[in-house]
């Protein structure tokens, strides 16, 4: 059975897997027509995250083209990124648009 994952933008540096993705697996990456193929390192839940690209530690995770973290740890291409390995950056604010209190920078 193809395993399939979506590129969102072209400066991302994961892709969302569209189905559950065994360690192994071959992941086919379809973007503007064009096909590649990455091999999975890990399991993989329908909807997360595999990088495509080797992440180094404190490197940016790019998802819509934009950051959406940093990495934890050094990640490998492959490699399934979610919660264990990336620090969400987004803060909470209030409504006059200040973080909450006890968000670590």
Not at 89 to 94: F, G, N, P
Request: hydrophobic letters at 35%.
């Amino acid at each position: 059975m193809k395993k399939y994952a979506k590129l969102i933008d072209l400066k991302d540096n994961i892709v969302v897997a569209l189905a559950d993705v065994s360690a192994g697996d071959e992941v086919i990456v379809r973007f503007r027509g064009k096909d590649k193929i990455d091999k999975c390192n890990q399991g993989i839940p329908f909807g997360h995250k595999m990088a495509i690209v080797n992440i180094k530690k404190s490197d940016k995770i790019i998802k819509y083209g934009e950051a959406i973290g940093t990495a934890l740890q050094d990640i490998k291409k492959g490699d399934w990124v979610h919660t264990h390995n990336v620090k969400d950056d987004y803060k909470v604010l209030d409504k006059n648009g200040n973080p909450l209190p006890k968000q670590e920078d």
